[in-house]
């Protein structure tokens, strides 16, 4: 199922005005120093009224069914009011991963509960060197005998990993780097919160100790799900990321009209125009990236890989660039804990290191290109 033009104005509208009235500055500042790093009445909204956990589960599973075009206009406005929430580790790490693992017994068992919105998900891939790559895992999986498997290792910047009620986890077995499901209340399964720079995305550090685990997908087939969810994943991403710097560009060109120094608006002086138009530049480059890359996926294109990693790349440039321009043009007040500013300025950081950082991903660019 896919959506006309029309459709997405207003699912983009609908979203907006939701986030505009349930995640203002102030309720971001209050979820940042809380536990969970999110509003469980603001997300049961999000299920129950907007239905966003269910928009890209297929139908069959209890979903809606819609693809990254428009799993991209809600990760725009969701990135452009930090939304503190778990919708990115679900829904766009955890639910991709089912669904690539091709395990239909897995999706049958753990979407239904995602779409309706009474299960949060997790995908735990990264180690303590924060790599992604399924082949730098240490984590091991070992069959217990009665047709099980017992995890053992650990995880570093899970997302949502100290609330969610279903972990997926990458570990090596045998056969290779496999897919795992894990229960939250599992017995040997620790949790400890990780204070990173971005408050507002929630990540965690898990310890297994011979944990119960199912696996999901074939046996050695980790690393051929990782790929596909990469790909997904950092299409998520950048949408996400788009939406950020299209509001520090707004931050910036409303302060330029508003703040007077030697009676006359600051946007009217030559070196603010100039940061202005350069944020610009960069902020339509990054939403034209990421979108034409969830176009792609969504028809199935052979070059979407690519695309995706072109959209990983730019619009974590231009995030970066967008937030700290948008302290430059606040001057002095941009530089405060009062000012969001500096909130935009650490989401933007902690993306463009979640999957590894620019060297990870200009290489990851490199070999979906085939060089």
Same mark, same amino acid.
Request: glycine content about 10%; hydrophobic content about 45%.
């Given at each position: 199922?896919?959506?006309?033009?029309?459709?997405?104005?207003?699912?983009?509208?609908?979203?907006?005005?939701?986030?505009?009235?349930?995640?203002?500055?102030?309720?971001?500042?209050?979820?940042?120093?809380?536990?969970?790093?999110?509003?469980?009445?603001?997300?049961?909204?999000?299920?129950?009224?907007?239905?966003?956990?269910?928009?890209?589960?297929?139908?069959?599973?209890?979903?809606?069914?819609?693809?990254?075009?428009?799993?991209?206009?809600?990760?725009?406005?969701?990135?452009?009011?930090?939304?503190?929430?778990?919708?990115?580790?679900?829904?766009?790490?955890?639910?991709?991963?089912?669904?690539?693992?091709?395990?239909?017994?897995?999706?049958?068992?753990?979407?239904?509960?995602?779409?309706?919105?009474?299960?949060?998900?997790?995908?735990?891939?990264?180690?303590?060197?924060?790599?992604?790559?399924?082949?730098?895992?240490?984590?091991?999986?070992?069959?217990?005998?009665?047709?099980?498997?017992?995890?053992?290792?650990?995880?570093?910047?899970?997302?949502?990993?100290?609330?969610?009620?279903?972990?997926?986890?990458?570990?090596?077995?045998?056969?290779?780097?496999?897919?795992? /499901?894990?229960? #939250?209340?599992? @017995?040997? $399964? +620790? %949790? &400890?919160?990780?204070?990173?720079?971005?408050?507002?995305? !929630?990540? =965690?550090?898990?310890?297994?100790?011979?944990?119960?685990?199912?696996?999901?997908?074939?046996?050695?087939?980790?690393?051929?799900?990782?790929?596909?969810?990469?790909?997904?994943?950092?299409?998520?991403?950048?949408?996400?990321?788009?939406?950020?710097?299209?509001?520090?560009?707004?931050?910036?060109?409303?302060?330029?009209?508003?703040?007077?120094?030697?009676?006359?608006?600051?946007?009217?002086?030559?070196?603010?125009?100039?940061?202005?138009?350069?944020?610009?530049?960069?902020?339509?480059?990054?939403? /034209?990236?990421? #979108?034409?890359? @969830?176009? $792609? +996926? %969504? &028809?199935?294109?052979?070059?979407?890989?690519?695309?995706? !990693?072109? =959209?990983?790349?730019?619009?974590?440039?231009?995030?970066?660039?967008?937030?700290?321009?948008?302290?430059?043009?606040?001057?002095?007040?941009?530089?405060?804990?009062?000012?969001?500013?500096?909130?935009?300025?650490?989401?933007?950081?902690?993306?463009?290191?979640?999957?590894?950082?620019?060297?990870?991903?200009?290489?990851?660019?490199?070999?979906?290109?085939?060089?």
């Amino acid at each position: 199922m896919s959506a006309d033009e029309s459709e997405l104005r207003q699912l983009r509208s609908s979203v907006r005005e939701f986030l505009e009235a349930r995640s203002p500055e102030e309720a971001v500042r209050k979820l940042m120093e809380s536990e969970p790093r999110f509003d469980l009445d603001v997300w049961a909204q999000a299920a129950d009224q907007l239905r966003l956990p269910s928009l890209v589960i297929p139908e069959e599973y209890g979903g809606d069914g819609f693809g990254p075009v428009e799993l991209g206009v809600v990760l725009e406005e969701m990135g452009r009011a930090l939304l503190c929430s778990p919708f990115y580790s679900t829904v766009v790490l955890a639910v991709q991963a089912l669904l690539a693992s091709g395990d239909k017994g897995a999706c049958a068992r753990h979407l239904p509960g995602i779409a309706a919105g009474r299960t949060t998900a997790a995908l735990a891939v990264a180690e303590d060197g924060g790599s992604w790559d399924p082949a730098l895992i240490s984590a091991r999986a070992v069959p217990d005998g009665d047709g099980g498997w017992r995890l053992s290792g650990r995880k570093s910047f899970v997302i949502d990993g100290t609330t969610a009620e279903l972990i997926l986890v990458v570990a090596r077995t045998i056969a290779g780097p496999s897919l795992f /499901a894990v229960e #939250r209340t599992s @017995a040997g $399964l +620790a %949790a &400890e919160p990780m204070e990173t720079l971005d408050a507002t995305r !929630a990540m =965690a550090r898990l310890t297994f100790d011979a944990v119960p685990a199912t696996l999901v997908g074939a046996d050695g087939a980790g690393g051929r799900v990782m790929t596909k969810v990469l790909d997904i994943a950092t299409v998520g991403l950048a949408a996400e990321q788009a939406g950020g710097a299209r509001r520090c560009l707004e931050m910036s060109a409303d302060y330029a009209r508003t703040r007077h120094q030697f009676g006359r608006p600051i946007g009217s002086f030559q070196a603010v125009k100039h940061k202005c138009a350069d944020m610009l530049v960069q902020v339509e480059l990054a939403e /034209a990236a990421s #979108r034409e890359a @969830a176009r $792609l +996926a %969504a &028809e199935g294109a052979p070059d979407f890989p690519v695309a995706a !990693a072109v =959209a990983h790349a730019c619009c974590s440039r231009a995030y970066v660039f967008a937030a700290m321009e948008n302290i430059q043009v606040h001057g002095g007040i941009g530089f405060t804990w009062e000012h969001p500013a500096h909130l935009y300025f650490r989401r933007a950081k902690s993306s463009q290191l979640l999957f590894g950082g620019p060297a990870v991903y200009h290489e990851r660019l490199l070999d979906r290109l085939g060089i």
